[in-house]
């Protein structure tokens, strides 16, 4: 008779100090910085370029519905090219639709179009968290780390949203429309990718 294989619950506390695991939650906790800010600002936003209220909210219905579609497409491409590119992928998306479309824009279409990236992006993220803590960490970790990573992301979250709009209130003037909140939701999504990058290139220095 087929008997499976209890999964471990505890993993070994060495690895807590894992230098790749204290990587991989800087990644955790830039995210949370990243994540909400545009979907809290996003119909301020368009009220402020001179989108209707329903605009506003029509894009930030649509980015939301991005998110549900990232994690389902995250999903199935995962079983053809693999967690790890699909995460990277993730965190590219959400990074280079701030920096990239967010900060070029201010019409309508451009913001819709940063809605759908930054939404397919971020829900791809939460879907492959799991995925990529079982392969670089072992899926023993499983219980412990993902739970980590939610917590440390969670950690991130009220140095996101309120202290973007602390920058928004001091840099209204400035020339572009939200640019300082724009960066500050950017570039801790760019500090995310290249601690997972990091990871995945010191797991496959260690292996040579």
């Keep these: 008779t087929f008997q499976s294989t209890p999964v471990q619950q505890k993993p070994n506390l060495q690895s807590l100090r894992n230098r790749n695991l204290l990587t991989f939650m800087t990644a955790s906790f830039f995210t949370g910085i990243s994540s909400l800010v545009p979907f809290f600002y996003l119909p301020g936003y368009a009220k402020d370029i001179g989108i209707s209220s329903g605009g506003g909210a029509l894009i930030t219905s649509i980015a939301n ?21 699909i995460l990277l992928c993730a965190y590219a998306l959400t990074s280079t639709s701030v920096l990239l479309i967010w900060t070029t824009t201010s019409s309508f279409a451009g913001t819709m179009a940063f809605g759908i990236v930054f939404g397919l992006g971020y829900g791809a993220i939460f879907t492959q968290t ?7 960490f072992g899926v023993d970790t499983l219980p412990v780390f993902v739970g980590l990573y939610y917590t440390v992301s969670g950690l991130g979250y009220p140095f996101g949203p309120p202290i973007a709009g602390v920058l928004l209130e001091k840099t209204r003037e400035w020339g572009t429309p939200y640019l ?8 801790p999504m760019v500090i995310a990718l290249m601690a997972i990058v990091a990871v995945k290139v010191n797991t496959r220095r260690n292996a040579a």
Excluded: E, I, N
Aim: glycine share 12%.
């Design 180 to 187: 300082a909140l724009k960066l500050y939701c950017g570039l």
């Design 65 to 85: 519905g991005a998110s549900l579609t990232g994690r389902l497409l995250a999903a199935v491409f995962a079983d053809y090219f693999g967690p790890v590119v």
């Design 130 to 136: 799991s995925a990529f803590v079982a392969k670089f």
